[in-house]
């Protein structure tokens, strides 16, 4: 039986798991538990990397289970976030723990007010525009941002793909989490050659991301053929 500590991240990873492939801010939930869990920042940061690329691997496979279509486009995206991850996931173990404790307490107040914006989603369009300098500029920024901090990025990634894209929301969601996926593999590797992540609090709370991922991207596919 696991201990108190490991049930307590697998429940508030499966609830992460699920509202991240919906939209985004599990990480506003897993990241401050982690912290709580007696980890430091940087450390928790970089466990929490464990339970998000776990869990996008459990939201892809599900969303192509369905036959949803678009994984190389995806891919190439994906790949001008990397420079930008990389660069985000360095500074994010130089910062000390009082600044980055006081930029996630921050970036929580914008993701909660956030929730109360209405947003327009584009649930039927199939075609998408073509995308621009701007557009994979966007990209360097998003990778940059998810390797520093990660929290609240799904909003951000599916403000941008609606905004240069202007796909349908499950094309929107099943390229954010090919695009966190990716970007998400060198960040770990940088937190794990610096000693910052606990394995077996990581994967307790990947086992319940992973759970509510897979299970979000089939409800997402099966409400919008409704």
Avoid at 67 to 82: N, S
Wanted: proline share 2%; no cysteine; glycine share 10%.
């Amino acid at each position: 039986m696991m201990p108190p500590k490991e049930i307590l991240l697998f429940l508030v990873g499966l609830l992460a798991g699920f509202v991240n492939v919906f939209a985004g801010g599990g990480s506003t939930l897993t990241l401050p538990i982690l912290i709580f869990s007696g980890l430091d920042t940087a450390t928790a940061n970089g466990t929490n990397r464990i339970a998000i690329f776990l869990q996008n691997i459990a939201g892809v496979s599900s969303f192509k289970q369905q036959k949803v279509i678009g994984a190389r486009i995806a891919l190439k995206y994906a790949l001008f976030t990397i420079p930008g991850a990389i660069i985000g996931a360095f500074y994010s173990i130089k910062i000390n723990d009082l600044w980055f404790q006081r930029i996630l307490g921050v970036i929580m107040i914008g993701v909660v007010i956030s929730l109360f914006q209405k947003k327009k989603e584009n649930t039927t369009q199939q075609s998408e525009k073509e995308s621009g300098f701007f557009f994979y500029l966007s990209l360097f920024a998003i990778g940059f941002y998810g390797g520093f901090i990660q929290v609240g990025i799904g909003f951000i990634i599916m403000a941008t793909l609606f905004h240069f894209l202007q796909t349908s929301l499950v094309k929107v969601n099943f390229y954010k989490l090919i695009i966190v996926m990716i970007y998400t593999i060198p960040a770990i590797i940088i937190f794990a050659f610096n000693d910052k992540i606990d394995w077996v609090l990581g994967l307790s709370l990947a086992a319940g991301n992973m759970l509510g991922a897979w299970v979000a991207a089939h409800v997402t596919v099966k409400k919008a053929m409704a």
